[in-house]
T-cell receptor, first 118, second 110 residues
Framework: QVHLVQSGVEVKKPGSSVKVSCKASEYTFRNYYIHWVRQAPGQGLEYMGIINPAGGTNYAQNFQGRVTVTRDTSTSTVFMELRSLRSDDTAVYYCAREMTPTQYFDSWSQGTLVTVSS | QSALTQPPSASGTPGQRVTFSCSGSNSNIGSNPVSWYQQLPGAAPKLLIFGNNQRPSGVPDRFSGSKSDTSASLAISGLQSEDEADYYC???????????FGSGTKVTVL
């Protein structure tokens, strides 16, 4: 059962921004935290931030000031925008859900590859 | 540099038991539950263990988790070829006010 579906591949220039979407079922959108995690090529998982069912957000220190997570309640979609892109932002970006509050991610999306290159 | 430390690799022959650790601190593993994720090649991570030692429906009982103080462990008994994957631990870190992941352990079936 697919709970989260992300937008497709992105290719961006250094210094630009990218906005990745994560569409959830209405039930997931209303009852789950949605987190963002990224994985650079050949590297491990890196936590980015969260949006809760009330729309509140929290970001990892490494991304504060450069990332914004928003949502559209009319389409049950969550967005992650990363600004001032650098080559080391090249990664697969995942959204994942957490039943509130259980402290684990029970379902992950398929991921979106973002390539930053001049 | 990951907040949680895992050995980079672990290996075993089919049928063997493999165990590897995830080391953290009082602000993460020491005070919050640990979850484990399996990432097969080219795929998204998948929940394997939650709440230190609970298996979601559908995860074989060959996989087991444990936690003691500021460390956690994942064990795979009766190792199978399809268990070749990367495994990551994770926990909430109260000092960082953020989730943290382990560096990942690549399991190879010899």
């Amino acid at each position: 059962q697919v709970h989260l579906v992300q937008s497709g591949v992105e290719v961006k220039k250094p210094g630009s921004s990218v906005k990745v979407s994560c569409k959830a079922s209405e039930y997931t959108f209303r009852n789950y935290y949605i987190h963002w995690v990224r994985q650079a090529p050949g590297q491990g998982l890196e936590y980015m931030g969260i949006i809760n069912p009330a729309g509140g957000t929290n970001y990892a220190q490494n991304f504060q000031g450069r990332v914004t997570v928003t949502r559209d309640t009319s389409t049950s979609t969550v967005f992650m925008e990363l600004r001032s892109l650098r080559s080391d932002d090249t990664a697969v970006y995942y959204c994942a859900r957490e039943m509130t509050p259980t402290q684990y991610f029970d379902s992950w999306s398929q991921g979106t590859l973002v390539t930053v290159s001049s | 540099q990951s907040a949680l430390t895992q050995p980079p690799s672990a290996s075993g022959t089919p049928g063997q038991r493999v165990t590897f650790s995830c080391s953290g601190s009082n602000s993460n593993i020491g005070s919050n539950p640990v979850s484990w994720y399996q990432q097969l090649p080219g795929a998204a991570p998948k929940l394997l263990i939650f709440g230190n030692n609970q298996r979601p429906s559908g995860v074989p009982d060959r996989f087991s988790g444990s936690k003691s103080d500021t460390s956690a462990s994942l064990a795979i008994s009766g190792l199978q070829s399809e268990d070749e994957a990367d495994y990551y631990c994770a926990a909430w870190d109260g000092s960082l006010n953020s989730y943290v992941f382990g560096s990942g352990t690549k399991v190879t079936v010899l």
